[in-house]
């Protein structure tokens, strides 16, 4: 199954984007799908991730209270509100077999989406 995230784009701080993860298949209900950002000089890091058949989701603590992540059938969301400066990243989806914060327990990464946030 491969993830393929979409929804970036040009944004004021206090803006709020939508990404979506589209799965080309479904989704095992012991998959976790994962958020991570990357930018410019930067690791990859954890932004946030949902069981897919618990729904259970867990958040980083820079986004917490302000991103949503969610999901349908076979494709994840990420709701981003009062975005900041410091959210400007490429954004990526992956999926793993249990919950992890560390990209390498993630597989399947798509092309990521670019999420540039003017101040």
Same mark, same amino acid.
Do not use: H
């Given at each position: 199954v491969?993830?393929?995230?979409s929804? $970036?784009?040009l944004? *004021? @701080?206090? +803006?709020?984007? /939508?990404?979506?993860? &589209? =799965? ?5 209900? #012991?998959s976790v799908? $994962?958020?991570?950002? *990357? @930018?410019? +000089?930067?690791? /990859?890091?954890?932004? &946030? =991730?949902?069981?897919w058949?618990?729904? #259970? ?45 560390a ?5 399947y ?11």
């Amino acid at each position: 199954v491969q993830l393929q995230a979409s929804g $970036g784009g040009l944004v *004021q @701080a206090g +803006g709020s984007l /939508r990404l979506s993860c &589209a =799965a080309s298949g479904a989704i095992y209900s #012991s998959s976790v799908v $994962g958020w991570f950002r *990357q @930018a410019p +000089g930067k690791v /990859r890091e954890f932004v &946030a =991730a949902i069981r897919w058949g618990r729904r #259970s989701t867990y958040y980083a603590d820079s986004v917490k209270g302000r991103f949503t992540i969610s999901r349908d059938t076979n494709t994840a969301y990420l709701q981003m509100d009062n975005l900041k400066p410091e959210d400007a990243a490429v954004y990526y989806c992956g999926r793993a077999t249990e919950l992890a914060y560390a990209p390498a327990q993630y597989k399947y990464w798509g092309q990521g989406t670019l999420v540039t946030v003017s101040s």
